[in-house]
């Protein structure tokens, strides 16, 4: 499925999505994220990152987070994007599936930084130049409801 323009506006407004990756037993391992879609990318090939920001974590190095390891064995990720509402005539979900990737600090592209620095004012604090991100290339989507 070709994203649509209004299920790229849903991707570039979420304020938060759901990241599944397989762990080592083959099941799904789920993370709330938050993400930007990349500037100017066209509907037939978007591309979403997200970051390992400064959070508290369970480890220090964020290159062994779980989700990190599921990755880089087995990169096929699904993210859901939601809205939840008591009026269910707003009900609406994107997901999309693709091939991640960790991106070290100095393969991050140009303005992704600064991009969710501005969708996430809490970032201000946070060192992301010197962190990895997960870019995600999404092949495949489906949705439903009122995008």
Known sequence: MILT???LAFLADARRATLATIDP???????PICLVLAPG???AAPVLYTPLDEKPKT?????ALARVRDILVR???TVLIDR???????LAWLRVAGQAALLEPDAIPPGIVAQLRTK?????????ESRPLIRIAIERAA???AL
């Open 84 to 90: 939840w509402s008591e009026d269910w005539t707003e």
């Open 25 to 31: 037993d083959g099941l799904p391992r789920l993370v």
């Open 120 to 128: 996430y004012p809490q970032y201000e604090a946070h060192d992301l």
């Open 41 to 43: 990318e066209a509907a």
């Open 59 to 63: 480890v220090a190095d964020p290159r």
């Open 143 to 145: 949705s439903w409801g």
């Open 75 to 77: 990169p096929d990720v």
């Open 5 to 7: 323009p209004a299920a």
